[in-house]
């Protein structure tokens, strides 16, 4: 098991820019894909992005591909998601999250251990 904490989220205009960070504590960080993922009032929660696990192998949602990058920092335990040019549609709760697989890491199911979520609100 792996605990995780998000962090910054807040309110930004249109077209700006937010960096999340999720740290991770518990097991080895290095042998989890990370995930993020958002939920937006009154809807589902969604798969944003992955990045898995031992590789650099990245996997974006077609909503976000091109302004949202996914990284992560082995020796600081912490998973990251630099939203660039920020939309309306991106206003929602963003939850990172933490797999052993290495496949299907856009599905929910596929992850085990979940941070509390980061507020992320865009006006515009």
């Known amino acids: 098991q792996v605990q995780l904490v998000e962090s910054g989220g807040g309110l930004v205009q249109a077209g700006g820019s937010l960096r999340l960070s999720c740290a991770a504590s518990?097991?080895?960080?290095?042998?989890?894909?990370m995930g993020w993922f958002r939920q937006a009032p009154g809807k589902e929660r969604e798969f944003v992005a992955s990045?898995?696990?031992?590789?650099?192998?990245?996997y974006y949602a077609d909503s976000v591909k091109g302004r949202f990058t996914i990284s992560r920092d082995n020796a600081k335990n912490t998973v990251y998601l630099q939203m660039n040019s920020l939309k309306a549609e991106d206003t929602a709760v963003y939850y990172c999250?933490?797999?052993?697989?290495?496949?299907?890491?856009?599905?929910?199911?596929?992850?085990?251990?979940w941070g509390q979520g980061t507020q992320v609100t865009v006006s515009s």
């Open positions: 999250a933490a797999s052993m697989k290495v496949a299907g890491t856009h599905s929910l199911s596929n992850y085990n251990d």
């Open positions: 518990g097991r080895t960080f290095t042998q989890y894909t």
């Open positions: 990045i898995v696990r031992f590789s650099d192998i990245t």
